[in-house]
């Protein structure tokens, strides 16, 4: 069954240029500030609580993170770029790891800079924050004990991962604009709230896994193109509000309440609310 959920008002073409041609203006980093490969290493330790607390703020590189089988956690930075060289800072309960004089948005990769971050979480329970721009790379969260997960994203081309069912908490944050980004297995993810903003890009966003308690996700999205992949297995309804130039809903569905679809199954529930304007959106059941 394939149905069309809303055929949204004419782009708003000077919004759409006006966000497009201020990233063609790209700058490069010159070339007098590249010096020696500089290399920094932070292991950050539990707090009181045996949580480890860690904030991330990086522009302009690689990003990679995945579990390390190890009991600690360690933070493996390279860059040959003085002004960024990360500073790092103990905050009461937690840790937070900074790069100074971050490039400006419209700054474009060039292949004489490093910037590589590169994370392994150990096995004590994780508090992460992460606020990352002009980006590439994993985040893979198969393993990792979370706590609570926020990502600020900006201009990336980035796979987010759970393969396995990771431990219960509480909030999977995600707040992205103009980036490419895969997100897998979020059934997986072990999170009661999961809340994605997306209103720029292009963005799969793959429920597939094993859900372990009710989970509740919050999409918004606008211009760009967002696909949702939903698990044949689930157990889920998924309400839509707002308007877009093309909304598309596929699979075996039945019509529940206004713009409320559902897809039946036993087991806990999944509960999708997206809030689209201007962009497209699909969702489609995946065997």
């Known amino acids: 069954m394939k149905k069309i959920l809303v055929i949204g008002l004419v782009t708003i073409l000077v919004v759409f240029f006006g966000v497009t041609g201020f990233f063609a203006f790209r700058q490069d980093v010159p070339k007098s500030k590249v010096g020696s490969l500089q290399s920094i290493t932070a292991n950050p330790t539990p707090n009181s609580k045996g949580v480890v607390d860690l904030t991330l703020i990086m522009t302009g590189g690689s990003f990679n993170l995945s579990s390390s089988g190890s009991s600690e956690s360690s933070v493996n930075i390279e860059t040959n770029i003085q002004d960024w060289v990360p500073q790092q800072t103990a905050t009461g309960e937690g840790y937070r790891i900074e790069q100074p004089n971050r490039p400006r948005n419209n700054w474009q990769k060039v292949d004489y800079t490093v910037n590589n971050w590169r994370?392994?979480?150990?096995?004590?329970?994780?508090?992460?924050?992460?606020?990352?721009?002009?980006?590439?790379?994993?985040?893979?969260?198969?393993?990792?004990?979370?706590?609570?997960?926020?990502?600020?994203?900006?201009?990336?081309?980035?796979?987010?991962?759970?393969?396995?069912?990771?431990?219960?908490?509480?909030?999977?944050?995600?707040?992205?604009?103009?980036?490419?980004?895969?997100?897998?297995?979020?059934?997986?993810?072990?999170?009661?709230?999961?809340?994605?903003?997306?209103?720029?890009?292009?963005?799969?966003?793959?429920?597939?896994?094993?859900?372990?308690?009710?989970?509740?996700?919050?999409?918004?999205?606008?211009?760009?193109?967002?696909?949702?992949?939903?698990?044949?297995?689930?157990?889920?309804?998924?309400?839509?509000?707002?308007?877009?130039?093309?909304?598309?809903?596929?699979?075996?569905?039945?019509?529940?309440?206004?713009?409320?679809?559902?897809?039946?199954?036993?087991?806990?529930?999944?509960?999708?609310?997206?809030?689209?304007?201007?962009?497209?959106?699909?969702v489609v059941v995946v065997k």
């Open 119 to 282: 994370i392994n979480a150990g096995q004590n329970p994780m508090d992460l924050k992460i606020d990352a721009r002009i980006w590439d790379g994993e985040i893979d969260l198969t393993g990792v004990d979370l706590r609570s997960f926020q990502l600020a994203d900006l201009n990336s081309n980035s796979t987010i991962r759970f393969d396995k069912p990771t431990k219960l908490y509480d909030t999977f944050l995600i707040d992205s604009v103009r980036s490419k980004m895969n997100v897998y297995g979020l059934l997986n993810s072990g999170a009661k709230n999961v809340i994605l903003k997306i209103p720029f890009g292009n963005y799969l966003v793959d429920f597939s896994g094993q859900l372990q308690q009710d989970m509740s996700a919050v999409i918004t999205t606008g211009f760009g193109k967002t696909r949702l992949e939903i698990a044949d297995s689930a157990n889920v309804q998924i309400t839509y509000i707002g308007q877009t130039r093309k909304a598309t809903i596929e699979g075996d569905w039945s019509q529940g309440e206004g713009t409320t679809f559902i897809h039946s199954n036993p087991g806990y529930l999944l509960d999708i609310v997206v809030n689209s304007d201007q962009g497209d959106l699909e």
